[in-house]
């Protein structure tokens, strides 16, 4: 008599095709065998798009389907099921998901359903001002900048050629690097006299990119206006409208006036998440070190949408939401959804800081790589190998040479 055993293969799901969901897909193809695991992704868009590439489509230097791929390009189909649709529920205790192309269960899931923008309750920022969280926000953001330049050749209001951005941050200031290079030639294409142009920076902060020394910010600042950007620094904006921002300087409420407002000073994790979760903050919930979530070892958090902890105790902060920490969060899930399957342990994760460099458009930039400081066109340079090595590490050489920063 022959005894047949079976074994029923594990439903792994991903919800998010971000940089640390897609991290998450690619790792387990190659790592898991066909009779290892079934393995479904879901996204709503048929794409992934490189978020920090996002700032140079809402200027205009780069075509939005530059930042972009299909997912189908770096998936191994024979080995991942991908189903382009809207996740609407999660439900952890049934272990199944609904989206709106049916419901979907699991017996592990990777939540990295990513970020979308925050306004923190400013009155009218959401309705008055464009974002620069995806390919659709961006494009929208660059054309209310076309859009109004069209405009002034007939209304000859000073306000069509006037940007307000909102935030000195990160993003903020590499977009302002992007701006300084396509608004001349913007300038030039409509015969407006560059000099009649008004970009103008609000951040309520004190001080801009915490994240860098003062040199290095000085650095920045001095760069940009060096090319006509105006900063009005530790400046809350209390409220936007269609004329601009309102903002609040000695305790006075002043109306600046542009037509065209970016906001680019928060993001938020997906707003599923307190839907599905509790204990959750601004889209975020803390993860334990194994990136799983307490009470559910089946369920591993990544991306923008987690906040895993930097430190112990009182001294505990959540990592920043940067791209290098997602794909490393995606390595680390990948290995640890094998480390289940087989049994063993699963290990906590460790973030390898390689540095951060904020790009001041094609040839400048700031940044901390390797615990050194660099700035002008090396940081510009290094700035294109670390958006290339990522495109790399998901896609491989052929997609890093098609859609690289070096050709």
């Not at 309102?246 to 839907?275: C, F, H």
């Not at 959540?318 to 342990?345: F, S, V, W």
């Not at 940081?379 to 090595?389: E, Q, Y």
Request: aromatic share 8%; charged share 25%.
């Amino acid at each position: 008599m022959t005894l047949i055993m079976s074994f029923e293969r594990k439903k792994i799901l991903v919800l998010g095709a971000g940089y640390a969901g897609l991290t998450t897909v690619t790792r387990l193809q190659k790592t898991l065998g066909f009779q290892d695991a079934d393995i479904t992704l879901i996204n709503k868009n048929e794409y992934h798009y490189e978020s920090t590439w996002l700032h140079q489509v809402a200027a205009g230097t780069i075509h939005w389907e530059e930042a972009t791929y299909p997912i189908t390009k770096v998936i191994n189909t024979q080995k991942v099921r991908f189903v382009p649709a809207e996740v609407t529920a999660i439900h952890r205790d049934e272990q199944r998901v609904e989206t709106n192309q049916g419901e979907f269960e699991y017996d592990i899931l990777v939540v990295a359903l990513g970020f979308e923008s925050e306004s923190f309750g400013i009155d009218g920022m959401d309705q008055y001002a464009e974002t620069i969280t995806s390919p659709e926000t961006a494009v929208a953001a660059r054309q209310e900048i076309e859009r109004n330049f069209i405009n002034y050749k007939n209304s000859k209001d000073p306000r069509d050629l006037s940007i307000l951005v909102g935030g000195a941050g990160y993003t903020g200031v590499e977009f302002l690097g992007e701006l300084i290079e396509s608004i001349p030639e913007l300038a030039k294409q409509h015969n407006i006299d560059y000099d009649d142009v008004k970009i103008t920076c609000v951040e309520a902060a004190p001080s801009m990119l915490p994240m860098f020394s003062d040199e290095l910010t000085q650095y920045a600042v001095d760069f940009l206006e060096s090319k006509g950007v105006e900063f009005k620094i530790g400046t809350p904006i209390v409220a936007a409208n269609e004329k601009g921002f309102v903002v609040k300087v000695d305790d006075e409420e002043t109306q600046l006036e542009a037509s065209s407002v970016i906001w680019t000073a928060g993001v938020r994790g997906n707003s599923l998440m307190e839907e599905s979760f509790e204990g959750v903050k601004r889209g975020r919930i803390v993860t334990n070190p194994d990136l799983t979530i307490d009470g559910y070892d089946n369920i591993f958090v990544i991306g923008d949408v987690a906040a895993v902890m930097n430190g112990e105790g009182e001294n505990a902060r959540p990592h920043p939401t940067t791209a290098q920490i997602a794909m490393q969060l995606g390595e680390l899930t990948a290995k640890n959804i094998k480390n289940k399957l087989n049994g063993d342990r699963l290990e906590t994760f460790e973030f390898d800081d390689k540095g951060t460099v904020c790009s001041l458009g094609a040839d400048e930039g700031i940044g901390v790589v390797f615990n050194r400081e660099v700035k002008g066109a090396r940081a510009a340079f290094l700035k294109r190998v670390i958006d290339t090595r990522a495109v790399f590490k998901i896609g491989g050489p052929f997609l890093a040479y098609s859609k690289g920063k070096f050709l």
